[in-house]
């Protein structure tokens, strides 16, 4: 896991993942009569979860040392 390419590749899918986690709840959020404000910010709290939780598990599979 320390080749860079590879680094690269596990970023750019647990990003594109959690984006797509995002729009799931900003448009769920959007469609259950939060307005748009909320919905967005309730993207960007599924967003961010989801993309911690992804990295902290690709660390924890890979066996990295802190």
Do not use: D, H, K, Y
């Not at 909320?38 to 992804?54: C, D, H, K, M, P």
């Amino acid at each position: 896991m320390t080749n860079p390419t590879v680094r690269g590749l596990w970023l750019a899918i647990a990003t594109l993942t959690a984006g797509i986690v995002a729009a799931t709840a900003g448009l769920l959020a959007w469609a259950g009569g939060m307005n748009p404000p909320t919905a967005i910010l309730t993207a960007g709290g599924a967003f961010a979860g989801t993309l911690l939780l992804i990295l902290t598990a690709v660390r924890f599979a890979t066996g990295q040392p802190e």
